[in-house]
């Protein structure tokens, strides 16, 4: 059995594909498998998984999807063929560093996540290191303060290394065909995990594309976000995980519906677009009606983001108007007087 297995979801991504791969062949690890998932490319990235297969077949799978199921669905394809004792996810245009799989691997002890840090950059070559939400006294057997904290913010799901039993006992399979499924994921496997330890060190290098879904305003994509949101406030309720991790859960579905408003829906509105606007005040009044009553809304939801939760709440189409209008004069002087109404400061 492999001590790590890599899974990349692969779609039309030739061009990054010699790059993903053979920083994989590079590792320090000898005990790995790649598993190279093919969702339908339109382009020759099916051609080049080929080659690899062939060339290193001691090391390298290929599997070849027939219809596209996005990269949550090609994911999971990856979780069942795997035979790693732990599991590696790794975008096909991004790389690894010759050591992540060794140093994760040897700093799990058994845990069930083994993260460190990651480096993002941009096509001119910037690089940005971002470090994971959990620091070296976060680390270990979690209790519930800790798991509020790590939660709280999850980082980078791809930066990690999960225990390939941890998954499969848990049911923690990815979304299929929805965009944002990994952060479904982060969040579920943190709330499931005993034990997560940090290595330090940034491994994960993580390309920038402008192209992106979610830094294209144009992308309808982006509005799945919506139904990710959903998604996890309710799988927690029928996985019966609702009443224990309350406080933890009602966080990250009003910090999520918050920033669903503010960066989804508000920075990219059109006014046919206005219906996701109301389905998330639906949303909010569907799964927590006293939500100002929370833990998550006293605690994790502060200026900006709980002026315009309330207010969108209220008025929809009044939350929008002001906020897409916020650089008038009279809208401004309107916006603080009914900030300090509501708030006092």
């Known amino acids: 059995m492999a ?9 039309n991504t030739s061009m990054y ?10 590792q320090t690890l000898d005990d790995i498998e790649i598993i190279a998932v093919d969702d339908l490319s339109t382009d020759n990235s099916r051609d080049i998984i080929k080659q690899y297969a062939d060339k290193y077949p001691e090391k390298f799978r290929g599997i070849y999807l027939p219809e596209n199921i996005r990269q949550g669905g090609a994911r999971n394809v990856g ?3 795997a035979v790693g004792e732990y599991l590696l996810f790794l975008d096909s245009d991004d790389f690894i560093k010759p050591d992540m799989c060794r140093a994760l691997y040897e700093n799990a002890n058994g845990a069930d996540l083994s993260g460190g840090d990651c480096c993002i950059f941009e096509e001119n070559g910037k690089e940005i290191s971002q470090t994971l939400p959990y620091t070296e006294s976060d680390v270990g057997v979690m209790n519930e303060e800790k798991r509020l904290k790590y939660l709280s913010s999850c980082g980078l799901f791809w930066t990690r290394i999960y225990k390939r039993d941890f998954i499969i006992e848990n049911g923690l399979f990815f979304p299929e065909k929805l965009f944002f499924e990994d952060a479904w994921f982060n969040f579920m496997t943190g709330l499931h995990a005993k034990t997560i330890h940090k290595c330090n060190g940034d491994f994960y290098c993580y390309f920038q594309s402008p192209n ?40 990250k579905f009003l910090s999520m519906s918050v920033s669903n408003l503010l960066y989804t829906c508000f920075d990219n509105y059109e006014r046919e677009e206005i219906d996701k ?13 006293d939500y100002k009553k929370t833990y998550a809304y006293k605690n ?32 401004r002087v309107f ?3 009914l900030f300090l109404i509501k708030y006092g400061k």
């Open 3 to 11: 001590k790590v297995s890599i899974i990349i979801p692969v779609h």
């Open 17 to 26: 594909l010699d790059r993903c791969f053979g920083s994989c062949l590079s």
């Open 79 to 81: 979780i069942r063929e």
């Open 212 to 251: 992106s879904t979610t830094r294209n305003k144009k992308d309808k994509r982006k509005f799945e976000r919506l139904k990710i949101t959903d998604r996890i406030f309710d799988d927690c309720l029928e996985r019966g995980l609702y009443e224990k991790h309350k406080n933890a859960v009602d966080a």
């Open 277 to 289: 606007i109301y389905n998330i005040k639906e949303s909010v009044k569907k799964r927590l009606p």
């Open 300 to 331: 994790t939801v502060k200026g900006e983001g709980k002026y315009y939760l309330d207010l969108t709440m209220i008025s929809p189409k009044l939350s929008t108007f002001i906020f897409t209008h916020q650089s008038n004069i009279f809208i």
């Open 335 to 337: 916006r603080k007087v």
